[in-house]
C-alpha cells in the first residue's frame, strides 16, 4: 500500500505490459475528513495467487491533482 505524495510527468519510452488486471477505485474520508481516493488492483490470472489484491495506491487531493492534469493533457479531456 502506497500514500502517493506526489505525481510527476517523467519522459522517457516504456512498453505495454502484458498481463490485464480490474481496478477498484474506493473514495472515503481520512479521519480528518480528508477525501482519498484508494485504487487497489488484483493479481493477474498468471499470478500464482490470483485475484489477490495485488498493489493499493492512495491520493490525497494535491495529488490526484497533479494525475488529473497529466491525463487531461495525455488524453485531451
Do not use: C, H
Amino acid at each position: 500500500m502506497a500514500w502517493v505524495q506526489s505525481v510527476e510527468r517523467r519522459e522517457g519510452k516504456g512498453r505495454l505490459q502484458p498481463s490485464q488486471v480490474v481496478a477498484f477505485v474506493k473514495v472515503f474520508d481520512a479521519e480528518d475528513s480528508t477525501p482519498v481516493v484508494q485504487i487497489d488492483t488484483l493479481g493477474s490470472e498468471e499470478r500464482k495467487n490470483p485475484g489477490k489484491q495485488s498493489q493499493t495506491l492512495q491520493f490525497g487531493k494535491e495529488s490526484a491533482k497533479q494525475l488529473f492534469d497529466i491525463l487531461k493533457q495525455t488524453y485531451n479531456f
